[in-house]
């Protein structure tokens, strides 16, 4: 129980400890809606002032969609906001803040998040007490790319459905011994989609495992999952027109001109996502491809693992901005990072195996703390701009790891959202300040 604590308190406060820095667009709704939440009750993003000056001028960003009910909505559904309004729960009527100040707000619930997901880590190899693994295990993923040094830092779509992924895991390599966590693996999984569409193949694969090696989900299981999702259901049927919140899809299909996906360029995308300098996991997460390959080698419920791992990296490869835009690393397969450190230090390993595990976990944290601490989109994203210079992502000497030691930093605030300063919950949830 110590060891738990200890190791979702380390990833937190690791996640707490550097300047706050610009995420991109995609976690600006979900710091707004959050204050939305916690000030009136409400996700709608028109209780911001200056989304409502946008929405009458039809100027909306990407990142928020209009309603048939003239409700502004966030692209990535409700969840960032729902788990950040926690956050912002104590913030007092009539206070000025800044945007600055709801990102702080905001990284209190990501970092916790990354937290919660570094402990569902833990317990999924924590089989048998094996309590040192699972402490090695939660740190590595809570200290990689994918927790402290990205998703705990900002509340993006992943920031929440990362945590049920993780349970979900966790429960379904323990149902072999409780029964009852096999139970709750298919809500656990079914929350994770709900949260974020674009996990739906993997989720398959893994309800495929839980299927095969759960025997109570094959029905109750599943059944509970249904039931207890339901309002969630019945929330975005009756605010997104769907069961699931597709509005990214939306978004993407406007953002490419088209259809998102790019089946012509898959292997290029699969290549990037693995051994790109600027976003292969080769690079940022050593330790995941270790495990991948370590489930695979394995059997039973460690195949199947690797199997949902490896379908995510493919499907995200299939995207036309497979390298996720502004952000450390390869953000948009963390998912399938979790999985593969879940596998590197549960699958079976012995003589050199357990040194190339130690050497790549060791890469992992270094190349982590290196993003936790140093990273600034500046740097690289918005100097060489992959998603107009996709080229820069295959630059073998300008990468985003060398950039964050040599590039110098160009004069300037890099913003995602206007800077304010507001005042908070009097009359809307943010109105900007008169001047002083």
Same mark, same amino acid.
């Given at each position: 129980?110590?060891?738990?604590?200890?190791?979702?308190?380390?990833?937190? &406060? *690791? @996640? =707490?400890?550097?300047? !706050?820095?610009?995420?991109? /667009?995609?976690? %600006?709704?979900?710091?707004?809606? $959050?204050?939305?939440?916690?000030?009136?009750?409400?996700?709608?993003?028109?209780?911001?002032?200056?989304?409502?000056?946008?929405?009458?001028?039809?100027?909306?960003?990407?990142?928020?969609?209009?309603?048939?009910?003239?409700?502004?909505?966030?692209?990535?559904?409700?969840?960032?906001?729902?788990?950040?309004?926690?956050?912002?729960?104590?913030?007092?009527?009539?206070?000025?803040?800044?945007?600055?100040?709801?990102?702080?707000?905001?990284?209190?619930?990501?970092?916790?998040?990354?937290? &919660? *997901? @570094? =402990?569902?880590?833990? !317990?999924?190899?924590?089989? /048998?007490?094996? %309590?040192?693994?699972?402490?090695? $295990?939660?740190?590595?993923?809570?200290?990689?790319?994918?927790?402290?040094?990205?998703?705990?830092?900002?509340?993006?779509?992943?920031?929440?459905?990362?945590?049920?992924?993780?349970?979900?895991?966790?429960?379904?390599?323990?149902?072999?011994?409780?029964?009852?966590?096999?139970?709750?693996?298919?809500?656990?999984?079914?929350?994770?989609?709900?949260?974020?569409?674009?996990?739906?193949?993997?989720?398959?694969?893994?309800?495929?495992?839980?299927?095969?090696?759960?025997?109570?989900?094959?029905? *109750?299981?599943?059944?509970?999952?249904?039931?207890?999702?339901?309002?969630?259901? %019945?929330?975005?049927?009756?605010?997104?027109?769907?069961?699931?919140?597709?509005?990214?899809?939306?978004?993407?299909?406007?953002?490419?001109?088209?259809?998102?996906?790019?089946?012509?360029?898959?292997?290029?995308?699969?290549?990037?996502?693995?051994?790109?300098?600027?976003?292969?996991?080769?690079?940022?997460?050593?330790?995941?491809?270790?495990?991948?390959?370590?489930?695979?080698?394995?059997?039973?419920?460690?195949?199947?693992?690797?199997?949902?791992?490896?379908?995510?990296?493919?499907?995200?490869?299939?995207?036309?901005?497979?390298?996720?835009?502004?952000?450390?690393?390869?953000?948009?397969?963390?998912?399938?990072?979790?999985?593969?450190?879940?596998?590197?230090?549960?699958?079976?390993?012995?003589?050199?195996?357990?040194?190339?595990?130690?050497?790549?976990?060791?890469?992992?944290?270094?190349?982590?703390?290196?993003?936790?601490?140093?990273?600034?989109?500046?740097?690289?994203?918005?100097?060489?701009?992959?998603?107009?210079?996709?080229?820069?992502?295959?630059?073998?000497?300008?990468?985003?790891?060398?950039?964050?030691?040599?590039?110098?930093?160009?004069?300037?605030?890099?913003?995602?959202?206007?800077?304010?300063?507001?005042?908070?919950?009097?009359?809307?949830?943010?109105?900007?300040?008169?001047?002083?």
């Amino acid at each position: 129980m110590i060891s738990a604590i200890v190791t979702f308190a380390v990833v937190v &406060l *690791a @996640a =707490l400890g550097p300047p !706050l820095r610009p995420s991109g /667009g995609d976690t %600006v709704p979900g710091r707004l809606g $959050a204050a939305a939440l916690a000030c009136e009750g409400t996700l709608d993003l028109r209780r911001v002032e200056y989304v409502e000056a946008w929405a009458r001028a039809g100027r909306l960003p990407y990142w928020a969609q209009a309603n048939g009910s003239g409700e502004v909505l966030s692209t990535f559904g409700p969840g960032p906001a729902v788990v950040g309004a926690l956050a912002f729960a104590t913030l007092p009527a009539g206070k000025v803040l800044t945007d600055r100040s709801l990102q702080r707000r905001a990284r209190w619930a990501a970092a916790t998040c990354a937290g &919660l *997901a @570094a =402990l569902a880590v833990f !317990l999924a190899v924590a089989r /048998g007490g094996r %309590v040192i693994p699972a402490v090695a $295990a939660g740190l590595v993923f809570g200290l990689s790319f994918a927790g402290a040094a990205t998703l705990g830092q900002a509340l993006w779509q992943q920031t929440v459905s990362m945590v049920a992924l993780g349970f979900a895991v966790a429960a379904t390599l323990h149902a072999d011994r409780s029964p009852g966590l096999g139970l709750l693996a298919p809500t656990a999984l079914l929350c994770a989609v709900l949260l974020r569409p674009p996990l739906l193949p993997m989720a398959l694969v893994l309800a495929a495992v839980i299927v095969k090696n759960t025997r109570r989900a094959r029905g *109750a299981g599943f059944l509970l999952a249904f039931v207890l999702a339901m309002p969630w259901l %019945v929330y975005h049927v009756r605010h997104h027109g769907g069961p699931l919140p597709l509005g990214q899809l939306v978004a993407n299909r406007a953002l490419a001109g088209g259809s998102p996906f790019r089946l012509s360029s898959w292997p290029i995308g699969v290549a990037g996502l693995l051994a790109s300098p600027a976003r292969g996991l080769l690079w940022f997460a050593p330790i995941a491809v270790f495990g991948a390959v370590a489930g695979f080698r394995a059997r039973g419920v460690f195949r199947g693992l690797a199997l949902a791992a490896a379908v995510h990296v493919a499907f995200v490869g299939t995207t036309f901005k497979w390298w996720g835009g502004l952000c450390f690393g390869p953000r948009l397969v963390a998912e399938a990072a979790l999985v593969g450190i879940v596998l590197a230090f549960l699958a079976p390993a012995t003589g050199k195996a357990t040194s190339v595990r130690a050497l790549c976990a060791a890469l992992t944290v270094v190349v982590g703390a290196i993003g936790l601490l140093r990273y600034d989109p500046v740097r690289w994203e918005m100097r060489r701009d992959p998603d107009h210079h996709p080229g820069a992502l295959w630059d073998p000497v300008d990468t985003p790891l060398v950039a964050l030691f040599v590039a110098p930093r160009p004069p300037g605030e890099l913003l995602d959202a206007p800077l304010g300063p507001f005042v908070h919950c009097d009359g809307r949830t943010l109105r900007r300040a008169p001047p002083p």
